[in-house]
């Protein structure tokens, strides 16, 4: 079958590529498979090269990068260039401290000698979402070849040009052949890389139901996984806050890739002491924003990545409605071409609603208003997710509650949740398991092997 790239700002059809033929995703397996046999070999300071004119080609050529992302998933054209920039921190991050994570540590015991020796596992599929298609794919990248490891990419169908540029830069900074590839396939193919052999490992940044296939697959097939799943992140507001930061943060968590971010902020959990002037300023805020073409300096919130998206996002929103919620703002499709949605504020979504539990992946708010400290920690976590999180505090006890009883895999105090090469990245409950990013990311696809010598 044919992959289309999709401009969402238009639904103009930009691209359309074939399909990889079971011949050649034959000779990738292959050419990933020999490769892995030297680039193992290679050196630290050998890979660090290479990484860091990965990292310049990034940084040199974000320009185009960023027209290349806000053309296929219609990221605002600033948001994206960014985004070409940070996926060279994790390069750099790993240039600098592959070594020495991975250093063979000694461990007295009454051998001779003992230690933890740290080694590459082979080829690393990686299926990747269309979200942030350069940031997604980097962290990922940058420690598993560092490692030692070869990646293969399965990107997603809508970013098919993204992936060839990724594929291009690792090229263009003299990776050998066969060490990072991208596989232009659909995505029942997926399945099929994960049963072959050759495949040591598998890490998917997705939903939740694709989570729970690729995470079962991997299982019957006895290979690790990781696995970055979906998100619907409180953020708590207590009567201490700052409140006009709390309002303006609020918003930028809300909308921060068109909303379409598992760690945007979903859930608004509001003390009653404040909720009131919290609702009308998040509101108003919320209506204020421009929705238009990304490619404008201009725009607040662009298209939704695919028209699915937006029509999913539209039946949650008249769902919650159904079920007894108020629309304060918001709650349709923008009338223009093009895949919009207009930012929503939903107050008073019962619990008993479906929509409650899921994770709304555009613009679209709830908010909650809770009696109490203790309250707004049970409605937060009362979700099946558990990724990030954060409260909006000055009082020291409630901030160490919070980061003691938070069911979250990150928790943020009087800031918005954002990923960082340097900080573990990852969830709790459903929203999966294992961690990018940070010390933890690069041991995820090593084999942690126990040396024992005897005199």
């Known amino acids: 079958m044919a992959i289309a790239s999709i401009n969402p700002a238009t639904g103009e059809t930009l ?3 074939d399909s990889l033929s079971e011949t050649q995703i034959e000779e990738k397996l292959a050419r990933a498979s020999e490769a892995f046999r030297s680039w193992r070999r290679i050196t630290f300071a050998e890979r660090a090269t290479l990484m860091t004119r990965a990292a310049e080609i990034l ?13 296929e998933m219609g990221k605002p054209l600033h948001a994206a260039r960014g985004e070409a920039v940070k996926s060279a921190t994790a390069c ?5 401290h592959a070594a020495h994570l991975l250093a063979e540590k000694e461990v007295p015991t009454q051998a001779m000698y003992s230690a933890i020796r740290y080694q590459p596992l082979g080829p690393v599929l990686a299926i990747m979402p269309w ?13 598993a070849l560092m490692a030692g490891n070869v990646g293969l990419l399965k990107h997603a169908s809508s970013v098919p040009q993204c992936a060839l540029a990724i594929e291009d830069t690792f090229r263009r900074a003299n990776f050998p052949e ?12 997926a399945g099929r890389l994960i049963d072959d052999d050759r495949v040591a490992a598998v890490t998917l940044t997705g939903s939740e139901p694709a989570g729970a296939k690729v995470g079962a697959r991997a299982g019957q097939k006895i290979k690790k996984s990781v696995l970055e799943l979906g998100g619907s992140d409180a953020f708590l507001v207590m009567p201490s806050a700052d409140l006009h930061k709390a309002i303006a943060i609020a918003v930028q968590a809300r909308t921060v890739n068109n909303g379409q971010s598992c760690i945007a902020a979903k859930r608004f959990i509001v003390h009653a002491s404040v909720y009131d002037e919290f609702e009308s300023g998040f509101s108003d805020a919320m209506e204020a924003l421009r929705v238009g073409d990304p490619m404008d300096p201009a725009t607040g919130v662009g298209p939704l990545a695919t028209q699915s998206i937006r029509d999913d996002l539209h039946r949650q929103v008249l769902q919650a409605v159904r ?3 108020r629309v304060l703002t918001g709650g349709k499709p923008v009338d223009r071409p093009g895949f919009y949605y207009s930012p929503t504020v939903l107050a008073g979504v019962p619990r008993t609603s479906a929509v409650y539990r899921e994770e709304f992946f555009g613009p679209v708010a709830m908010l909650f208003r809770a009696s109490s400290f203790e309250e707004a920690i049970e409605i937060a976590n009362d979700s099946p997710f558990g990724l990030g999180s954060a409260i909006w505090t000055t009082d020291a006890t409630e901030r160490d509650r919070f980061l003691d009883q938070i069911e979250a895999g990150m928790a943020f105090v009087n800031g918005m949740v954002a990923s960082d090469a340097r900080l573990p990245f990852g969830g709790v409950k459903r929203s999966g398991f294992g961690r990018e990013l ?3 990311g690069i041991l995820e696809f090593v084999n942690i092997k126990t040396i024992w010598v005897a005199e």
Do not use: C, H, K
Request: hydrophobic share 45%.
């Open 15 to 17: 691209r359309v590529f």
């Open 59 to 71: 940084e040199s050529e974000a320009d185009r990068f960023a027209r290349l992302m806000t053309l």
């Open 92 to 96: 750099r991050y790993y240039v600098e």
């Open 131 to 143: 979200n942030f298609p350069f940031w997604q794919v980097f962290r990922f990248a940058a420690p």
């Open 178 to 189: 066969g060490v990072f590839q991208s596989l232009l396939i659909e995505p029942d193919a």
């Open 323 to 325: 079920d007894g919620a």
């Open 438 to 440: 940070g010390p933890y």
